[in-house]
């Protein structure tokens, strides 16, 4: 009868076996770091505010749930439930708002009042996104939706999850959608996100032979703006880009501490944390963020 053991039941050490009889197990190869675009906006943003969420992995206790986030999060939901499922072409209006209220999250609203105002509105943009992706079912088709792409950088890997891709029916061309809740969007707008600039350096590496450019859906306000890089602006970028990743591995995290930056501590989570180190100091914290 052939034996059913299985390779890893042979490394099974018993009493009294010699250890140094076994194969060694091969040594697992070291996995790259993996750096995204919110990790890296959130460096370039405060180096304290990476250190207290992806070293010390503090902010579970100190994040907030916020309305916006839950109602963005909710429109992504449904929205890629809509598109993987064909669009408008298989998903009724009325079937695209029942997926909204089966997905809905309820957190952050404070009141029911405020939900069922926020609801509606989720209501209203739906309908109107319905209308525009049946208009654009005619000159493009789904390519991928929220999906994770890598891009070896060397000594970091670079990620983005990805809203949506479409491909134009006519030259090919991919295009990059994201979601906001925005009410409108400038082109500006597209070129200054972090984001939508490494998704784009994403795509442009993984499919070199297509034309690439990136969209921001403002859903609130139904419109969209688009923006795309230059072969030489994309490599400049990569350039920059591998600058910061290298800065981000090479930091000692130990010897990073908090410095006041007026515009952005305001509004940070970690404000209360930063600010016990400042009055520890004796720093004149509240003078530069402008606090009375
Ligand atoms: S409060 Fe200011 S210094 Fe502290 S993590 Fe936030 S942005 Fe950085």
């Not at 490494?198 to 297509?210: A, C, G, I, T």
Request: contains cysteine; aromatic residues 8%; glycine residues 6%.
């Amino acid at each position: 009868m052939p034996s059913r053991k299985s390779q890893t039941d042979d490394l099974i050490l018993t009493p009294g076996s010699d250890p140094s009889a076994l194969p060694t197990p091969k040594p697992r190869a070291k996995r790259k770091p993996e750096l995204s675009p919110t990790r890296i906006r959130s460096f370039l943003t405060c180096p304290m505010l990476y250190r207290l969420e992806y070293i010390d992995k503090v902010g579970r206790f100190y994040h907030r749930a916020q309305a916006g986030w839950a109602l963005g999060s909710t429109l992504h939901q449904t929205l890629q439930a809509f598109h993987e499922e064909g669009g408008a072409d298989n998903v009724s209006r009325a079937e695209l708002i029942e997926k909204m209220d089966a997905g809905w999250i309820s957190s952050g609203y404070g009141t029911v009042e405020n939900e069922t105002r926020h609801r509606n509105a989720a209501a209203v943009i739906l309908h109107g996104y319905h209308s525009s992706a049946a208009e654009r079912a005619e000159t493009t088709r789904t390519f991928l939706t929220e999906k994770m792409l890598k891009y070896d950088m060397g000594a970091f890997v670079l990620t983005g999850r990805i809203d949506r891709i479409d491909e134009h029916l006519a030259d090919g061309a991919l295009e990059i959608v994201d979601y906001k809740t925005w009410d409108s969007v400038h082109e500006d707008d597209v070129k200054e996100a972090m984001a939508m600039s490494v998704y784009q350096l994403l795509v442009k590496r993984l499919h070199p032979d297509r034309r690439v450019f990136a969209t921001i859906h403002a859903l609130a306000g139904g419109v969209t703006a688009s923006a795309s890089f230059t072969d030489e602006e994309m490599a400049a970028f990569e350039d920059d880009l591998r600058g910061v990743g290298l800065m981000i591995l090479e930091t000692d995290w130990e010897a990073v501490f908090p410095k006041p930056i007026a515009d952005t501590c305001p509004g940070c989570d970690f404000l209360k944390i930063c600010r016990s180190y400042w009055i520890r100091e004796g720093a004149e914290w509240e003078r530069v963020l402008g606090i009375p």
